[in-house]
């Protein structure tokens, strides 16, 4: 693995951050969509002999997942996995949207790709500096609200109101109180540490 990690090394040195372009309609903050991602990375890869699969593949249990891979030209490559959370997996148009978000997430995870919130250091050309990674957040009783309930679910990579709709199955607006209550059921799950795959396969909140 040697070349590989070599030309990863270089490469890492010249992604750029990724603008943040695109805003999530509920609550107006902004983030780095598919195309920002790839416009932070193509160059360094292309330069240092690199490339990227993306392929969606069925897990054990018989669950969506994305396979993400950087490939050297030497042969040699390294691979990730992500659940595509979806709650109906025949609906063509949830899939999609669940595996653009993994693919966003899974390029970013796996290249180091940080976000920045406007397009200065990228039209200088100023790269992505090393970030301290921030521990998940801690269990609380009470239910976070706004961005406090996007950085929640982004600690997690998830998109929030997004994972939360998928879980019910209806978008927020169209929640009857049952939903609401499934809703809050699921994030106590998840502040309490369980992972969201395991929260939309098992629905159970007692």
């Given at each position: 693995m040697k070349e590989l990690y070599t030309a990863l090394v270089k490469a890492q040195g010249m992604i750029k951050n990724a603008v943040k372009d695109s805003t999530n309609p509920?609550?107006?903050s902004k983030y780095a969509d598919l195309e920002s991602v790839?416009?932070?990375i193509r160059e360094a890869l292309q330069k240092n002999n690199l490339a990227v699969l993306q392929l969606t593949d069925i897990d054990a249990s018989g669950a969506p997942v994305l396979v993400t891979r950087v490939?050297?030209?030497?042969?040699?490559h390294i691979e990730g996995r992500y659940p595509?959370?979806?709650?109906?997996?025949?609906?063509?148009?949830?899939?999609?949207?669940?595996?653009?978000?993994?693919?966003?997430?899974?390029?970013?995870a796996m290249l180091g790709v940080i976000q920045s919130d406007d397009d200065g250091n990228a039209a200088a050309g100023h790269t992505a500096s090393p970030s301290v990674a921030k521990p998940a957040p801690a269990p609380v009783a009470s239910k976070p609200a706004g961005?406090?309930?996007?950085?929640?679910?982004?600690?997690?990579?998830?998109?929030?109101?997004k994972a939360v709709e998928d879980?019910?199955?209806?978008?927020?607006?169209?929640?009857?109180?049952?939903?609401?209550?499934?809703?809050?059921?699921?994030?106590?799950?998840?502040?309490?540490?369980?992972p969201w795959a395991t929260i939309t396969r098992d629905?159970?909140?007692s």
């Open positions: 509920h609550y107006k790839w416009d932070a490939i050297h030209t030497s042969g040699e595509l959370v979806c709650k109906d997996p025949t609906d063509a148009q949830k899939l999609g949207s669940s595996t653009s978000y993994a693919r966003r997430y899974s390029l970013s961005n406090a309930m996007v950085d929640l679910f982004a600690a997690h990579r998830l998109e929030y109101p879980l019910v199955g209806k978008a927020v607006k169209d929640w009857s109180e049952n939903d609401k209550t499934t809703a809050r059921e699921a994030i106590k799950k998840l502040q309490a540490g369980t629905k159970v909140f």
